[in-house]
T-cell receptor, first 109, second 115 residues
Framework: GQSLEQPSEVTAVEGAIVQINCTYQTSGFYGLSWYQQHDGGAPTFLSYNALDGLEETGRFSSFLSRSDSYGYLLLQELQMKDSASYFCAVKTGGFKTIFGAGTRLFVKA | DSGVTQTPKHLITATGQRVTLRCSPRSGDLSVYWYQQSLDQGLQFLIQYYNGEERAKGNILERFSAQQFPDLHSELNLSSLELGDSALYFC??????????????FGPGTRLTVL
């Protein structure tokens, strides 16, 4: 079957760095994307990796290793507003988009 | 504001009933996706339409159906509703020009409660 695995919860303190991992097993792969969702809100796009390596966008970076079927989202200089759920997602062969179950990030003061 | 609109925002109905959820994509986006999110769960991909035609199907129940109209808005029909269908239903849209990933823009969702 097709699956994405990510930790269910991560807790970190304000100002710290946190890494959220995602491993995937899918038939067909066009890239790994990350979405943020605050409680009661809609998911919003954060980043996308099609090729191996690190993509940086401000405080957020995303990494992909296609050979390891693995990626991560790195959040730096954590702020309270970063408390949210983070989902990794893969577009598979056949155009299906598979989302992970999400990682709930708690940022403490 | 993502530019994707969904109506209604909330819907409360009884078991066995049928409801229709509506989505208008961002201007210029040809693809529409439907997702179901149950309480504290991830996003379950239901179905995707591209320019009026069904493009991909996920774990969509036979009791559910969808379509995309010529003006590109989409409707998700849920019938013979069960308690377990209570969830947040999101619509998303993207440009989807090539067979690569395209950022999806999500609407605010419709919260369905089945009593």
């Amino acid at each position: 079957g097709q699956s994405l695995e990510q930790p269910s919860e991560v807790t970190a303190v304000e100002g710290a760095i946190v890494q959220i991992n995602c491993t995937y097993q899918t038939s067909g792969f066009y890239g790994l994307s990350w979405y943020q969702q605050h409680d009661g809100g809609a998911p919003t796009f954060l980043s996308y990796n099609a090729l191996d390596g690190l993509e940086e966008t401000g405080r957020f970076s995303s990494f992909l290793s296609r050979s390891d079927s693995y990626g991560y989202l790195l959040l730096q200089e954590l702020q309270m507003k970063d408390s949210a759920s983070y989902f990794c997602a893969v577009k598979t062969g056949g155009f299906k988009t598979i989302f992970g179950a999400g990682t709930r990030l708690f940022v403490k003061a | 504001d993502s530019g994707v609109t969904q109506t209604p925002k909330h819907l409360i109905t009884a078991t066995g009933q049928r409801v229709t959820l509506r989505c208008s994509p961002r201007s210029g986006d040809l693809s529409v996706y439907w997702y179901q999110q149950s309480l504290d769960q991830g996003l379950q991909f239901l179905i995707q339409y591209y320019n009026g035609e069904e493009r991909a199907k996920g774990n969509i129940l036979e009791r559910f159906s969808a379509q995309q109209f010529p003006d590109l808005h989409s409707e998700l029909n849920l019938s013979s509703l069960e308690l377990g269908d209570s969830a947040l239903y999101f619509c998303a849209s993207s440009v989807e020009v090539t067979n690569s990933y395209n950022e999806q823009f999500f609407g605010p969702g419709t919260r369905l409660t089945v009593l």
